[in-house]
């Protein structure tokens, strides 16, 4: 049987613990919106610490939450591909807009990816089509695909978070 001191120990353990992953999963949160700051990776990395350290049904959540980010990270590259390709626009202009996204990444603090991606699509399609009225379509195309990639991103951090405050209720409550 645990002695009442160890038990305030556990107690407090649990307080902090929790504390530090809600600061990690708002951090991730604006962090999918935010690309200097890590994303909805830090809000799983914090929800594993959190269940090696709970432990028991405390791995149901996390499992949960460690699933639903990874099918996000899949699903923002998977989706807006699929709508920039369904757009007409060919793979090696899509190379080039992420090329362009990595370098605007380190060029431009904050939006560089965006901005990167954005007009990486604009000068490849500007070249293909050799008309800036006829890559305009694909670049509005690559906006789209840009802010479907963010929401999916969020989208994960948010339910990941979610399954998490969900384990901690359904813990205290067991407890």
């Not at 999963?25 to 200097?36: E, S, Y």
């Not at 610490?49 to 699903?75: M, P, Q, S, Y």
């Not at 990816?113 to 699509?121: K, S, Y």
């Not at 840009?146 to 948010?158: C, E, H």
Request: net charge positive.
């Amino acid at each position: 049987m645990w002695s009442a001191h160890h038990r305030a120990q556990v107690t407090w353990l649990t307080v902090w613990l929790n504390a530090l992953v809600a600061i990690a999963c708002v951090i991730g949160i604006v962090g999918t919106i935010v690309p200097v700051m890590p994303g909805a990776f830090l809000c799983a990395a914090a929800i594993l610490v959190w269940g090696i350290v709970e432990g028991g049904h405390a791995w149901w959540f996390t499992g949960l939450a460690v699933l639903i980010v990874a099918l996000g990270a899949v699903l923002k590259y998977l989706i807006p591909s699929k709508h920039l390709k369904s757009g007409g626009v060919p793979s090696w202009v899509i190379l080039i807009g992420g090329l362009a996204g990595i370098a605007g990444f380190f060029l431009i603090p904050v939006v560089g990816i965006f901005v990167g991606f954005i007009a990486g699509i604009y000068v490849a399609e500007l070249i293909r089509l050799k008309s800036a009225s006829d890559a305009w379509p694909t670049t509005l195309a690559a906006m789209k695909a840009a802010g479907i990639s963010a929401l999916i991103d969020l989208a994960s951090a948010v339910f990941a978070t979610a399954v998490w405050v969900a384990g901690v209720v359904a813990l205290a409550v067991a407890a």
